[in-house]
């Protein structure tokens, strides 16, 4: 099979996204005064919702990120409240695409946690997660919350392993481990039935993620992957990652056949790190480079020339991490069809930046606005689990977006214990590699000892009043006789 190389001389074509333009917010509009993380880590390090915004943020002893109301901009406190529960850097944030005010982070302290943000956002600081999932042996990288079931989180650790919990018992019910190196990324196709992932080992895999066997694996040579992202029910998957030269560059593959990618081209000379966001209603893929001011925008297509460039956003400030609004979060009256959040660590600015079509008429555009994935759950986890794949439960943006979401969110009650999954107890002593390492065993240790000086004290109150109760008792019964 050969591989087809993209030109970027200009093809005129018929295309409605021809003109899309990227608009930044006024000033007024940004989130100015965050001090986001200098952290070096690969990830956006921003999740956006229709009603919040998290960030993370730069802090002293342990990890954490900061919350504000989508509709609270302008210059923030700087006593904002922090969600500040990790004993380690926070690496990935991600918010639940079914309930609102659920968040999970994962830190450099091998632990994942979910948060519940109350309604109105933060009002003071918060240290205590709704719950704390242990179950890898290093720090976790990366999280993804499954596109169609409502308790289903994946996370990949530097242990080399993926871990998928049900949020429904607190536990981890699938260790994936086939990967021979760090995780770099996981997209899942749209009903959630396959993963992609690509990795340090220079591979690129789908695989079928309850039983973890690996469908098809890609040993990229010429191409080493970096990103990885399905392209809707296309059946097709685009990585961005780095040629033999040392330049950056975008493939595409039939995730059906790996052997060679279908189309590849080189973008630029350029260092950065390059994000893929694909837009399945649109059919549109927008590139946005670590540290680059500009984001190119493409259409995919099913013939020749498959990926079509149509034009690219500029702007003089780097953008350090990119969080994406929701589609039910947009505002079609303007016919925005994409919104980043654009971090500027430089400036601690995150900066709106929306994706408009040009249109005339004020009505509302179906024509860009198909049906599209909505905030209900197609699945329980359970019903996952079992081996039942659905599609999304689909919404429209003209009528269905304001509709609130009835479900709630609970969490499991359950007692700390030993995790076990595929026979191999996931919190046995594992001897650290560093220092860093070596100092987050000693917190949880010391969290450890704490926790059971504080059962042993409140045991001892205890017994101490049963054995007053027991004299009572002795003293009384010879004087009733």
Not at 162 to 187: A, F
Not at 456 to 481: F, M
Request: aromatic share 8%; glycine share 6%; with cysteine.
């Amino acid at each position: 099979m050969t591989v087809t190389k993209m030109s970027w001389r200009p093809t005129y074509r018929s295309s409605k996204f021809r003109n899309v333009y990227g608009k930044v917010a006024n000033r007024e509009h940004c989130f100015d005064g965050i001090p986001i993380t200098k952290n070096v880590h690969d990830n956006h390090f921003c999740a956006v919702n229709s009603k919040f915004l998290a960030v993370v943020t730069e802090s002293a002893g342990g990890g954490s990120f900061i919350v504000v109301p989508i509709s609270q901009y302008g210059r923030l406190d700087s006593h904002q409240p922090k969600v500040c529960g990790h004993q380690g850097n926070v690496l990935d944030i991600k918010w639940n695409p079914f309930f609102e005010n659920i968040i999970a982070s994962c830190s450099e302290d091998t632990s994942v946690r979910v948060w519940e943000i109350p309604e109105c956002g933060l009002r003071r600081n918060m240290t205590e997660a709704v719950m704390e999932l242990y179950g890898h042996s290093r720090r976790v990288g990366l999280i993804e919350w499954h596109p169609t079931t409502s308790g289903i989180l994946f996370s990949a650790g530097y242990d080399y392993k993926i871990l998928i919990w049900n949020l429904e018992v607190g536990e981890p019910v699938k260790m994936i481990d086939c990967h021979t190196d760090v995780i770099l990324s996981m997209s899942f196709n749209t009903d959630g039935s396959l993963l992609a992932t690509s990795c340090k080992d220079k591979k690129l895999r789908v695989i079928e993620p309850r039983s973890g066997r690996v469908l098809q694996q890609a040993s990229c040579k010429n191409h080493r992957v970096n990103r990885v992202v399905f392209l809707g029910n296309m059946k097709r998957l685009l990585t961005t990652g780095v040629s033999r030269w040392n330049t950056r560059q975008i493939a595409l593959w039939d995730q059906e056949d790996l052997a060679m990618p279908i189309v590849e081209e080189d973008i630029d000379g350029l260092s950065g790190l390059l994000f893929p966001f694909y837009d399945a209603d649109t059919h549109m893929l927008y590139l946005a480079g670590k540290g680059d001011g500009n984001i190119r925008y493409f259409e995919i297509t099913t013939e020749k020339p498959y990926v079509q460039y149509l034009t690219e956003f500029r702007s003089p400030a780097p953008q350090k991490g990119l969080g994406v609004m929701p589609k039910h979060g947009l505002d079609v009256a303007a016919c925005e069809v994409f919104r980043f959040y654009k971090l500027v660590t430089l400036k601690g600015l995150i900066e709106p930046i929306s994706m408009i079509v040009p249109r005339r008429s004020d009505t509302y555009q179906e024509d860009i606005y198909p049906m599209t994935a909505g905030i209900e759950p197609a699945l329980s986890a359970g019903e996952w689990l079992s081996g039942i794949n659905r599609d999304p439960v689909l919404m429209s943006l003209k009528e269905g977006y304001h509709k609130p979401n009835q479900l709630v969110f609970k969490a499991p009650v359950k007692e700390k214990k030993s995790v076990v999954v595929n026979g191999i107890d996931l919190l046995e002593n594992v001897p650290p590699r560093t220092e860093n390492e070596l100092l987050r065993m000693f917190f949880r240790q010391q969290d450890e000892l704490r926790r059971l000086k504080d059962e042993l004290t409140s045991k001892d109150v205890r017994i101490r009043q049963l054995e007053l109760e027991l004299n009572n008792l002795k003293n009384v019964s010879p004087n009733n006789v």
